[in-house]
């Protein structure tokens, strides 16, 4: 294929390549306090997941110039849609991976992508809320990206001495979880299951508890008893995905195994926090485990991925 026609089929789902990989920057940094692990394997990933989302930037922005047309199919799609916020939510978590390094950067990253996020949560709910062709079996958890974006925003954001711009986010992506996830499982439970290309989506049911514990914890300073409802409900989410691992296994590569990333890597930070907060020892065991596993689990991914490109089975028509 011309380098023409890959450009007008570059997915908006590449960028969730940048959040599995800013989730695991983020692991790795807090590894460095909890495990006292070296603080370059953070910062190498920093520079990588950077490098990576000024590429995506750069061709994505090509591709809105050159195929615009292409750009609003996405924008009328189902689950496309949802990818969109994919790139605010990568400057959010860049702007947090930054924020004690370059704090300056930091500032600029998150308010940035909070201030985008914001108009994408805007005119995705619209488009929600106003369409003509979205039926029950479209949604997935896909749909919880743009959800999930807002309870990040106060990890950074209580950094910066922001609490109310923090909460207000918080509490958008709260409600939002909660309404989705209810109508997620009616669709999972009384309609068709989930084609296998979006099978790996489930894994985003663990990213809203567990980001939401992180950002919930750093907004109060402590564990109560919400923060442990947070906690308890992203474990659960955990453990019931890992009782499906052989219907993962036996799936063909999609872009959508990105979706086993960043889940993951909140999930690891949320039990990091979670012993710092309590000193269980059985938190920091698991906060070890997972950290391992995220980490194998990436590595996997961009294997995978650099596999497909070389065969030409990414950029192509679906």
């Not at 990989?21 to 394997?41: D, E, M």
């Not at 914890?217 to 659960?236: K, V, W």
């Not at 920091?284 to 997972?290: A, H, P, Y």
């Amino acid at each position: 294929m011309t380098g023409s026609s890959r450009l007008q089929h570059l997915p908006i789902a590449l960028f969730a390549t940048v959040m599995g990989l800013s989730g695991l920057t983020l692991a790795w940094q807090k590894s460095a306090t909890v495990f006292q692990l070296p603080p370059a394997i953070g910062q190498g990933l920093l520079v990588l997941t950077g490098g990576l989302f000024a590429l995506l930037v750069i061709a994505y922005s090509l591709k809105v110039l050159r195929h615009g047309d292409r750009v609003r199919a996405e924008l009328d799609h189902p689950v496309k849609l949802s990818f969109f916020p994919a790139i605010s939510i990568s400057l959010i978590l860049l702007g947090t991976a930054t924020r004690h390094s370059l704090p300056d950067l930091s500032v600029g990253l998150w308010g940035v992508g909070a201030a985008l996020h914001l108009l994408l949560m805007l005119f995705i709910v619209n488009r929600w809320m106003h369409h003509d062709h979205f039926q029950i079996t479209h949604i997935n958890p896909a749909w919880f990206i743009p959800a999930v974006g807002n309870i990040l925003i106060p990890i950074a954001g209580m950094t910066h001495g922001q609490p109310s711009i923090s909460w207000f986010f918080f509490s958008i992506g709260l409600i939002f979880w909660i309404v989705l996830l209810t109508i997620i499982f009616y669709r999972v439970i009384f309609h068709d299951p989930l084609p296998g290309r979006l099978l790996p989506t489930l894994f985003i049911l663990v990213a809203p508890p567990a980001a939401g514990f992180i950002a919930y914890e750093g907004m109060t300073g402590g564990i109560d008893p919400f923060a442990r409802i947070l906690f308890n409900i992203a474990l659960f989410m955990t453990l019931l995905l890992i009782t499906q691992i052989r219907r993962f296994a036996a799936l063909s590569f999609f872009l959508s195994f990105w979706a086993y990333s960043f889940p993951l890597a909140a999930m690891t930070i949320a039990a990091m926090v979670y012993h710092q907060q309590t000193g269980a020892d059985w938190a920091l065991g698991l906060s070890g485990l997972l950290l391992a596993v995220t980490t194998a689990v990436i590595g996997w991914l961009i294997a995978l991925t650099a596999r497909a490109a070389s065969r030409d089975q990414i950029c192509v028509p679906e």
